[in-house]
């Protein structure tokens, strides 16, 4: 993922998503592309079309901060991919502050984290790095996404998304899940774009899904803090959750994520099902090995 290439590719498909209409633009006659022409977007932005030219070729070298915002309203860019341009500019000059790495290279939940996903009984809880990879669960969590487990997934969501057929199921909309997953997931490529294991995981997945791998040239970018989702559990049928993503301060780059159900909503007692499936197998597993915790089998590699 050169930051150059990713610069030009960004800029090239917002531009092509914005009509001149859209922009308040008067055009006339046949045009040969959809959206804006490149000169239209530099006067919009208040440029000179040379060196609006040399910005969308992704020579973001020396753009300071305020033609960069010119740019993004030129463009009308939502608050994710304003970030998304920046993150792409602080690259290009060498000022990206990659998500900070610990060592050893496996992760393991402090004492007050897992703590504070075990208090949440009611729905599920997780942490989540930024390439999507969950690294603790509280015991509903560990029950609902069983099949991310268990499975081609190995862990990742993105993986469970692309190469896990039942993830097809798992997600009503599949389509829109799809598209949030490689937009978190370009979007996390804008703020590490040195992290290894990201490139890794998308050449894999660009190998083995075009699915993924037409989503992956759109260069849509997206946050992903609160919202409703529409899940198929296996276990036990429909599920509308909505769901909060906090930021941990004390681990950067991770996000803490808890889906709810509204209380006494059908699928509030399907959650509550699920909860006490999750215990008896809980229960019956400590009895074979005392030693043994749910969270045990959420500990994985973060850098």
Known sequence: MNTRDEAREFLMSRRANISPEQAGLAVSGHRRVAGLRRGEVA???????EYYA????????????????SVARALQLDDAEREHLFDLARAANG?????????????VARDSLTRALEVIVNGPAFVRNGRMDILATNALGRAFYDEVFAGPGQGNLARYCFLDERARTFYPDWEA???????????????????????????????????FRTRWGAHNVRRHGSGTKDFHHHEVGDLTLTYEGLELTAEPGLSFLIYT?????????????LASLAATAA??????????????DTRTTKD
């Open 43 to 49: 006067m919009l932005a208040d440029v000179s079309p």
């Open 54 to 69: 040399k910005i969308e070729r992704g020579n973001l070298v020396g753009v300071s901060d305020s033609v960069l915002e």
């Open 95 to 107: 000022r990206a502050q990659p998500v900070r790495r610990r060592k050893p290279k496996t992760w």
């Open 177 to 211: 899940a799809a598209d949030v997953t490689v937009a978190i997931l370009r979007t996390e490529a804008g703020h590490d774009p040195r992290d290894k294991q990201l490139h890794d995981l998308v050449g894999e997945l660009s190998t083995r899904s075009n699915a």
């Open 261 to 273: 159900a509204e209380p006494g909503s059908p699928s509030d007692q399907r959650l509550q099902l």
């Open 283 to 296: 229960a019956a597993t400590l009895t074979e090995s005392p030693s043994h915790s749910v969270l045990d």
